[in-house]
T-cell receptor, first 116, second 111 residues
Framework: GAVVSQHPSWVICKSGTSVKIECRSLDFQATTMFWYRQFPKQSLMLMATSNEGSKATYEQGVEKDKFLINHASLTLSTLTVTSAHPEDSSFYICSVNHLRGRDGYTFGSGTRLTVV | KQEVTQIPAALSVPEGENLVLNCSFT??????LQWFRQDPGKGLTSLLL?????REQTSGRLNASLDKSSGRSTLYIAASQPGDSATYLC??????????FGKGTKLSVKP
């Protein structure tokens, strides 16, 4: 299966600043990566689908100008939370899907974001 | 709209017990179903993947079944151990290519 590395594992930032989260596919080329968010005691919810070389696809209710996604290479996708606010505090996690869904999804280790 | 429900939300058992976690989904048109384990503050570890054409999958002490027509899956854990304590997540994969997750079952296995 795929190996996915996510960095940082946790970050604390001040309100109004921006935070960048990296997701790397270590052992295969991922044309598509997925970004999820998980609030306490809630399900993981898909935020956006990151597409290499093109614009990301955002789920309904997710602000594309606030959550900037860049998928500049086949092994790296980044999520930038711009002008973060306390309500953006959450667990962010990325995943890749190897072989068009037939092998399931592999997830990164996640990033715990706390905005103070 | 696909909805995934996991019951129970939490479960506490003594070490050595066999247990069953339940997952139900409202739309049977799924590509596959995947069970994950999530430790506190950590990422997800894939446990078992069941394709829509399959009925069950086994890995060690874990067995997952799928009844697509009734919208149900179960995860069976045999001879539970304290190290099995974690939150177990069920997720269905629809043809659009993203996962719909349940809220999980938090399992605690007491020594």
């Amino acid at each position: 299966g795929a190996v996915v590395s996510q960095h940082p594992s946790w970050v604390i930032c001040k309100s109004g600043t921006s935070v960048k989260i990296e997701c790397r596919s270590l052992d295969f080329q991922a044309t598509t990566m997925f970004w999820y968010r998980q609030f306490p005691k809630q399900s993981l919810m898909l935020m956006a689908t990151s597409n290499e070389g093109s614009k990301a696809t955002y789920e309904q209710g997710v602000e594309k100008d606030k959550f900037l996604i860049n998928h500049a290479s086949l092994t790296l996708s980044t999520l930038t939370v711009t002008s973060a606010h306390p309500e953006d505090s959450s667990f962010y996690i990325c995943s890749v899907n190897h072989l068009r869904g037939r092998d399931g999804y592999t997830f990164g280790s996640g990033t715990r974001l706390t905005v103070v | 709209k696909q909805e995934v429900t996991q019951i129970p939300a939490a479960l506490s058992v003594p070490e050595g017990e066999n247990l069953v976690l339940n997952c139900s989904f409202t739309d049977s048109a799924i590509y596959n179903l995947q069970w994950f384990r999530q430790d506190p503050g950590k990422g997800l570890t894939s446990l078992l993947l069941i394709q829509s054409s399959q009925r069950e999958q086994t890995s060690g002490r874990l067995n997952a079944s799928l009844d697509k027509s009734s919208g149900r899956s179960t995860l069976y854990i045999a001879a539970s151990q304290p190290g099995d304590s974690a939150t177990y997540l069920c997720a269905v994969n629809q043809s659009q290519g993203n996962l719909i997750f349940g809220k999980g079952t938090k399992l605690s296995v007491k020594p």
